[in-house]
């Protein structure tokens, strides 16, 4: 069974930084790719950030260079760190996986991925 926990959304200002965190057993397969989306009220959700399982790494144009993603797999977790965050960033966010070779892209996230977590909120004040 694939399980994902989201947690450390929380309400922060403009220009700050935050990082949630994922909990998953999607690890112990060898084909996975994990995946952070995101979903704004009246908004389709989006992919930001993938890892596939050869350490390759994507961005969504809007958050590069200020999003990270990262996994620890001895504690079965990865992470999103988000700095200089926006109103923007606003949104519920979402851990997913897939298990594919070669992993989906950061673009089809929200139609390629099938296990998904429950989310949490990330609130940005300008």
């Known amino acids: 069974q694939v399980q994902l926990v989201e947690s450390g959304g929380d309400s922060v200002q403009s220009g700050g930084s935050l990082r949630l965190s994922c909990k998953t057993t999607?690890?112990?397969?060898?084909?996975?790719?994990v995946a952070w989306a995101r979903q704004a009220p009246g908004k389709e959700r989006e992919g930001v950030a993938q890892?596939?399982?050869?350490?390759?790494?994507t961005y969504a144009e809007s958050v590069k260079d200020r999003f990270t993603i990262l996994s620890d797999k001895a504690n079965m977790t990865m992470y999103l760190e988000m700095n200089d965050l926006k109103s923007e960033d606003t949104a519920m966010y979402f851990c997913?996986?897939?298990?594919?070779?070669?992993?989906?892209?950061?673009?089809?996230?929200?139609?390629?991925?099938?296990?998904w977590g429950q989310g949490t909120q990330v609130t940005v004040s300008a």
């Open positions: 890892l596939g399982h050869d350490g390759s790494v």
């Open positions: 997913a996986a897939a298990f594919a070779k070669p992993c989906p892209t950061v673009h089809t996230v929200n139609s390629e991925y099938h296990y």
């Open positions: 999607a690890y112990t397969y060898s084909a996975y790719c």
